[in-house]
């Protein structure tokens, strides 16, 4: 079994800043592509609203219709009623399976927002833990060095005070890096529910 040293663990501190900084990078892609998902739902809104005023002409030209068709002598038949009334009863489905998409892109957006937050804290905390962990390895050296340099029982307390101190702080960045983990793995699961209610609102408007 390989001995494991210091180094071992200053290497493991180096690795935490190095995916600290990625985790930021990706954050930042993500808030782009969140962008783009809170502009789609503008859009579809828009075009909604559009659909909407639509129906509102071609329930009124319906009712003109359906008046028209009662009269023998007019070119309104029953066919055409018919046609007219499907279309409008098929833009009121859309109209409204559209709303349960766009209500679902930004509630998921909304959450996505947070959890891009979350990941930037979850970074945060990693960069401080893997700060005081390389402290508590290099001062842990220091006094292994004061030791086998026979220094002087003052000083060498001094050290492990010390010593314990950046350990006491260790444990503290240890444990907010435990919660922000946890915080994100909490948002994941409401962000994967998001993404079912998404799917689901684009079955409905099949």
């Given at each position: 079994m390989p001995i494991i040293t210091h180094e071992d663990?200053?290497?493991?501190?180096?690795l935490e800043k190095e995916l600290a900084s990625k985790l930021k990078k990706l954050a930042k892609n993500q808030k782009n592509v969140v962008k783009v998902q809170k502009k789609l739902a503008e859009n579809l809104s828009t075009m909604n609203i559009s659909r909407q005023?639509?129906?509102?002409?071609?329930?009124?030209l319906l009712k003109q219709m359906q008046t028209l068709s009662r009269e023998h002598a007019s070119n309104v038949k029953d066919e055409d009623v018919k046609i007219f009334e499907d279309m409008v009863n098929e833009n009121d489905v859309y109209v409204e399976a559209n709303d349960k998409y766009i209500n679902a892109i930004k509630d998921l957006a909304v959450k996505q927002d947070y959890l891009i937050n979350l990941e930037n804290e979850f970074a945060e905390a990693l960069e401080e833990e893997a700060n005081k962990r390389a402290a508590v390895i290099k001062?842990?050296?220091?006094?292994?060095?004061?030791?086998?340099k026979m220094v002087e029982g003052d000083k060498l307390n001094q050290l492990d005070v010390e010593l314990n101190d950046a350990q006491r702080e260790f444990d503290r960045a240890r444990d907010i890096l435990l919660k922000k983990i946890n915080q994100l793995n909490e948002v994941k699961t409401e962000i994967n529910e998001l993404w079912l209610k998404l799917k689901n609102s684009i079955k409905e408007m099949g």
């Open positions: 663990e200053l290497i493991l501190s180096k005023s639509l129906n509102r002409t071609m329930r009124d001062k842990g050296l220091s006094v292994e060095n004061a030791k086998n």
